[in-house]
């Protein structure tokens, strides 16, 4: 019945020539290839990333490197999860360091509050005497509030100076994507 709905020029149809690209070519070689044009080891390997590539991950199970983007390794292993078990592990390390630079900084922050304790009497003291006096409050007394600020602000400038890495630490851990992990990943180890 075929041949009488067809002519038959469209039955004996011979594929054209095109060029695709190297890359291209070469998977529609390996694909659809005869055996004798490559072997299985040249096959797998062109179709598996460069170990060195941010893009690869090496199979827990077998051991073969494989593509982020793929669910499922060649073995059956589900690399999606081992992925997501990979990114739990990266997060969980930024919050254990969040955690850990901020008991850091809070024990070192307890000397620096006790001397901004002794720096307040020289701040408090000149207001009180100037609200419970009777006249004006003479220069001296005002000149007391010269070291209560200076101890203040140093005492400010240290605690800036110590948070500042908690802080930047907390930020990395708020602002933590996958994306963000995706790009930080050490790629993988070739063996």
Request: net charge negative.
């Given at each position: 019945m075929l041949r009488e709905d067809f002519p038959d020029n469209v039955l004996k149809l011979r594929p054209r020539k095109l060029r695709l690209g190297r890359d291209a070519e070469r998977l529609l070689n390996d694909v659809c290839g005869t055996d004798g044009e490559h072997s299985k080891s040249a096959h797998k390997s062109r179709l598996r990333p460069d170990a060195d590539s941010i893009n690869a991950i090496r199979c827990a199970d077998c051991g073969q490197v494989e593509y982020v983007s793929r669910d499922y390794c060649r073995c059956g292993h589900y690399l999606a999860g081992q992925v997501m078990d990979e990114f739990l592990a990266w997060e969980r390390g930024l919050v254990e360091t969040r955690d850990r630079l901020a008991a850091a900084a809070e024990e070192k922050?307890?000397?620096?509050s006790w001397v901004g304790a002794c720096g307040m009497p020289f701040i408090v003291w000149p207001l009180l005497h100037s609200v419970?006096?009777?006249?004006?409050?003479?220069?001296?007394?005002?000149?007391?509030?010269?070291?209560?600020?200076?101890?203040?602000?140093?005492?400010?400038?240290?605690?800036?100076?110590?948070?500042?890495?908690?802080?930047a630490s907390a930020h990395a851990v708020e602002t933590a994507s996958f994306e963000q992990f995706l790009s930080e990943r050490v790629p993988v180890a070739s063996h």
């Open positions: 922050m307890k000397p620096v419970f006096s009777d006249g004006s409050t003479p220069l001296t007394i005002w000149l007391w509030l010269i070291p209560g600020f200076a101890i203040m602000g140093l005492c400010a400038w240290i605690e800036t100076w110590i948070t500042t890495p908690r802080d």
